[in-house]
């Protein structure tokens, strides 16, 4: 595995690359509460079997660097796929990750062979939230106004890692070391990016999607994430759906022996 930082404008965005260059590309989307090493392992296993992988960390997390200046997520991975030479790819996204992969296939159809979504945002979507989903949003908010980073960053590990409906700590050791690190990175990242462009809403055009899709929810996840979960197995018109039992927002991370089986079966099936 190789790190390197792209140079994007004035940004410096850490990034990993595995596997052969003739390899089919399959860049890798991190989700709001992480960085690149959230993909760590799959970027290696996947380079293993033959594909050329890559992950980068966005602005505003991890070690990337940038000023408050405008930019655009989508125009940055545009400019990393440059740097790259990649022209086309799979793009396995989790969470606002997933939502970014929508917006790419949604921008370049031609560029994209096929989407793997882990919880996924969808830029512009509207969702309902439960009773206990309210709940945890009430615990969110507050977190955040305390402007404590690491009570935040503890609240953010019992939503995000554990599920909101499941007991605080249920995933521990080395994954909850890893996830407290990444999260505390973005929210102690300075300086705030208060200029990022807006995406259009990708709502409304989900079904204009072609390119195959295999999409991951985990059971213990907010409840309004999967049910767009559900949502999108009937509007993407080449999907397959699966949920992960005893996971929640970060299958990858919790169960990469669940997780994984699952990427190599549809990246193979892409290869044929």
């Given at each position: 595995?190789?790190?390197?930082?792209v140079?994007?404008?004035?940004?410096?965005?850490?990034?990993?690359?595995?596997?052969?260059?003739g390899?089919?590309?399959v860049?890798f989307l991190?989700?709001?509460v992480c960085?690149h090493?959230m993909w760590?392992?799959e970027?290696?296993a996947?380079a293993e079997?033959?594909?050329?992988?890559?992950?980068?960390t966005?602005?505003?997390f991890?070690e990337?660097?940038?000023p408050?200046e405008?930019?655009?997520?989508?125009d940055?991975?545009e400019?990393?796929?440059?740097?790259?030479?990649?022209?086309?790819?799979?793009?396995?996204?989790?969470?606002?990750?997933?939502g970014l992969a929508?917006?790419?296939?949604l921008?370049?159809?031609g560029?994209?062979?096929?989407?793997v979504?882990?919880g996924?945002?969808?830029?512009?979507g509207?969702?309902?939230?439960?009773?206990?989903d309210?709940?945890?949003?009430?615990?969110?908010e507050?977190?955040?106004e305390?402007g404590d980073?690491?009570?935040?960053n503890?609240?953010d590990?019992?939503?995000?890692l554990?599920?909101p409906?499941?007991?605080n700590?249920r995933?521990?050791?080395?994954v909850?070391?890893?996830?407290?690190d990444?999260?505390m990175?973005?929210?102690?990242k300075?300086?705030?990016?208060?200029q990022?462009?807006?995406?259009?809403s990708a709502r409304?055009r989900?079904?204009e999607i072609?390119?195959p899709?295999l999409l991951?929810?985990?059971d213990?996840?907010?409840?309004?994430?999967?049910?767009?979960h559900?949502g999108?197995?009937?509007d993407?018109?080449n999907?397959?759906?699966?949920?992960?039992?005893?996971?929640?927002?970060?299958?990858?991370?919790?169960?990469?022996?669940?997780?994984q089986p699952l990427?190599m079966?549809f990246?193979?099936a892409?290869d044929?």
């Amino acid at each position: 595995m190789i790190e390197t930082i792209v140079s994007v404008g004035a940004a410096r965005l850490p990034a990993i690359t595995a596997g052969p260059e003739g390899g089919i590309p399959v860049v890798f989307l991190h989700a709001g509460v992480c960085d690149h090493r959230m993909w760590a392992v799959e970027v290696e296993a996947v380079a293993e079997e033959g594909f050329r992988t890559l992950a980068y960390t966005r602005r505003g997390f991890g070690e990337a660097v940038s000023p408050d200046e405008p930019f655009s997520h989508l125009d940055d991975l545009e400019a990393v796929l440059a740097h790259f030479g990649i022209h086309a790819a799979v793009f396995v996204g989790c969470s606002m990750g997933g939502g970014l992969a929508i917006d790419f296939a949604l921008r370049h159809p031609g560029r994209t062979a096929g989407l793997v979504l882990v919880g996924t945002a969808v830029t512009g979507g509207n969702y309902d939230l439960s009773d206990s989903d309210r709940q945890m949003e009430a615990v969110l908010e507050d977190a955040e106004e305390r402007g404590d980073p690491e009570f935040q960053n503890r609240v953010d590990a019992h939503a995000w890692l554990d599920g909101p409906r499941s007991p605080n700590g249920r995933v521990g050791g080395t994954v909850r070391e890893l996830f407290l690190d990444m999260n505390m990175r973005a929210l102690t990242k300075q300086p705030p990016l208060t200029q990022e462009s807006k995406r259009p809403s990708a709502r409304d055009r989900i079904g204009e999607i072609n390119a195959p899709a295999l999409l991951v929810a985990g059971d213990l996840d907010f409840n309004y994430i999967l049910t767009r979960h559900d949502g999108l197995s009937d509007d993407l018109p080449n999907a397959f759906a699966v949920i992960l039992e005893g996971t929640a927002h970060l299958p990858n991370l919790e169960r990469p022996d669940l997780f994984q089986p699952l990427l190599m079966e549809f990246l193979d099936a892409l290869d044929e």
